[in-house]
């Protein structure tokens, strides 16, 4: 029953993008509903074959193929989408405030990410394939498959190859955790369904909103940051409102 968390959190990522976002910045901001079925189906195919026997033949047909190597690839490649979004910054001549915010969108992602991916795994302690404790998801693909998807909205109207280009790593990774003998193919899963989730759940609430100081100059570490988000309709709607 545990692992039913993650199809409840599936399911209230859905359904928040069907509520009603209203900030004043004015951009247009992307349906996000392929992300969501994407992400939302990697995590249930995850929780679904999270069974004893389906992880055990998956583990016996990886082991049968490749030698546990003694690599650390994918400890390197995990990073990797990060490292590519400053270079494409660089090579594209972005300005400050795109630099500060993809910025922003990263940590805003790896936070969410990273703290639900940490909280799921105390709550289900799973045993790893060698024996280890806590594999269930795996943070490593989460971790990559979270900046992979910032990258991906930060550079799709750009260059769509350049924007999907964050996501070989991740895979990478996500391989190399079974092949090494770290995670199981739900654990993967699962972790790969959570980074998108969360990284396009970020831009598609658009939550960062640069607004220009009293002094009329905006610098992208110092942005005041607006967030208005209502649900439901009037008069019985509920709502948010943050400004820092």
């Known amino acids: 029953m545990k692992y039913w968390f993650f199809i409840i959190c599936c399911s209230l990522s859905c359904m928040a993008t069907g509520q009603k976002v209203d900030t004043t910045f004015t951009s247009s901001r992307p349906s996000m509903t392929p992300a969501f079925i994407t992400g939302a189906m990697l995590v249930g195919t995850g ?9 055990n033949s998956v583990r016996d047909w990886v082991r049968e193929r490749y030698d546990i190597p003694n690599t650390s690839i994918d400890d390197i490649l995990q990073h990797s989408p990060i490292a590519m979004i400053y270079i494409a910054d660089l090579a594209l001549g972005s300005d400050k405030k795109k630099v500060g915010r993809h910025t922003r ?37 989460a971790y990559t498959f979270a900046s992979a998807g910032v990258m991906y909205q930060s550079f799709k109207d750009d260059n769509l190859l350049l924007a999907y280009s ?3 790593p991740a895979i990478t990774v996500g391989a190399y955790r079974m092949i090494k003998d770290k995670h199981w193919i739900s654990d993967v899963l699962v972790g790969a369904g959570m980074g998108i989730l969360f990284s396009h759940l970020t831009y598609h609430f658009d939550i960062w909103h640069s607004r220009t100081d009293k002094h009329g100059k905006k610098d992208f570490m110092s942005d005041h940051t607006s967030v208005n988000v209502s649900f439901g309709t009037a008069p019985g709607g509920v709502g948010l409102s943050v400004q820092f």
């Open 47 to 55: 929780v679904i074959v999270n069974k004893d026997a389906t992880k």
């Open 166 to 168: 964050g996501y070989l």
């Open 105 to 141: 969108h990263l940590i805003t992602t790896q936070a969410l990410t990273l703290g639900t991916m940490l909280l799921a795994k105390e709550i289900t302690n799973t045993p790893r394939p060698n024996g280890a404790s806590h594999a269930f998801p795996s943070g490593h693909t």
